[in-house]
């Protein structure tokens, strides 16, 4: 089955730190990948995504790129802000019009101090 | 346009008590999706609805149901809740199924069973 490991954190930074956020995958056939962001109290928010391989995601800053060879998907920003701080989650879906839900690593939780 | 809400954003039950959680998906949208968010498992996909018709559904056991309306809006059912379903219940539309369709997510539903 599918599934995604992801560092857990907390990871703590500096601002205006280099970010790098580590996610791998297993999955079955040609899945499309996200970075989904939950800010305290609030419900999830997509990130960035990319849809096949070599593709790259990215928005406010952040940028992913997925890579089939090392299924991998490391989100990456070069300068973090304190506005950052919040749990970072990796993510996948099966292609397909009868896909099943998104599967989801356990979270990152990114702590920026001024 | 308004998000997708989830009512009511918190309720607290007893054991062996059964609960009902609503969700309005973005106006036009047709998929609805059902996570369940706890410390423990992290997030787990619940089921997703379209067209009234439940078309995937996780590894959850039979006390979780749901159904979904003509107007899209959905509701999930837990009964007979045990201690271990205190969570958040997090609703999910998209346009259509499958992976290319943006999945937009409410606040959740944050379930606590005493």
């Known amino acids: 089955g599918n599934s995604v490991t992801q560092m857990e954190g907390p990871v703590t930074l500096s601002e205006e730190a280099f970010l790098t956020i580590n996610c791998t995958y297993t999955?079955?056939?040609?899945?499309?990948l996200f970075w989904y962001v939950q800010y305290p109290g609030e419900g999830l928010q997509l990130l960035l995504k990319?849809?096949?391989?070599?593709d790259k995601g990215s928005n406010k800053g952040f940028e992913a790129t997925y890579r089939k060879e090392t299924t991998s998907f490391h989100l990456e920003k070069g300068s973090v802000q304190v506005s950052d701080s919040a749990v970072y989650f990796c993510?996948?879906?099966?292609?397909?019009?009868?896909?099943?839900?998104?599967?989801f690593g356990k979270g990152t939780h990114l702590i920026i101090q001024p | 346009k308004a998000g997708v809400t989830q009512t009511p954003r918190y309720l607290i039950k007893t054991r062996g008590q059964q609960v009902t959680l609503s969700c309005s998906p973005i106006?036009?949208?047709?998929?609805v999706s059902w996570y369940q968010q706890t410390p423990g498992q992290g997030l787990q996909f619940l089921f997703e609805?379209?067209?009234?018709?439940?078309?995937n559904k996780g590894n959850f056991p039979g006390r979780f149901s749901g159904r979904q309306f003509s107007n899209s809006r959905s509701e999930m059912n837990v009964s007979t809740l045990e201690l271990g379903d205190s969570a958040l219940y997090l609703c999910?539309?998209?346009?259509?199924?499958?992976?290319?369709?943006?999945?937009?997510f409410g606040p959740g539903t944050r379930l606590t069973v005493l």
């Open positions: 106006s036009g949208h047709r998929s």
């Open positions: 999910a539309s998209s346009l259509g199924r499958g992976a290319l369709n943006e999945q937009f």
């Open positions: 609805y379209f067209s009234e018709t439940q078309r």
């Open positions: 993510a996948l879906r099966n292609s397909g019009g009868g896909a099943d839900g998104l599967t």
């Open positions: 990319a849809t096949k391989a070599d």
């Open positions: 999955a079955t056939g040609y899945p499309s």
